[in-house]
């Protein structure tokens, strides 16, 4: 069974960090994995995504320079660095294979 498990979201002040992590399992990587996020009251959107290889990523305009993705084979984890959070940060961060699977979510809150 495929599934994956994204964790490391919290409560974190305007300009902190948080890395979020999404651990796979039932498959081994290498998929391409993407993170999305969904702000309350808004439609989910992309945020960012690597390649199997890890040679390709791609990130929201938004968040260029302030997140990384990154992947773990060995570990079947894929990796989302959040550094200098905003408010519009906040929402519910998923992850996703190939957005055929989809981790249940965590949720991050950056308070201004």
């Known amino acids: 069974e495929v599934q994956l498990q994204a964790c490391g979201g919290g409560l974190q002040q305007t300009g902190g960090s948080l890395r979020l992590a999404c651990a796979a399992s039932?498959?081994?990587?290498?998929?391409?994995i993407g993170w999305f996020r969904q702000a309350p009251g808004k439609a989910r959107e992309w945020v960012a995504d690597?390649?199997?290889?890890?040679?390709?990523?791609a990130h929201l305009d938004s968040v260029k320079g302030r997140f990384t993705i990154s992947r773990d084979n060995a570990k079947n984890t894929v990796y989302l660095q959040m550094n200098s959070l905003k408010p519009e940060d906040t929402g519910v961060y998923y992850c996703t294979m190939a957005t055929l699977y989809w981790g249940q979510g965590t949720l991050v809150t950056v308070s201004s």
């Open positions: 039932g498959f081994t990587l290498p998929y391409n």
């Open positions: 690597i390649n199997a290889g890890s040679s390709i990523t």
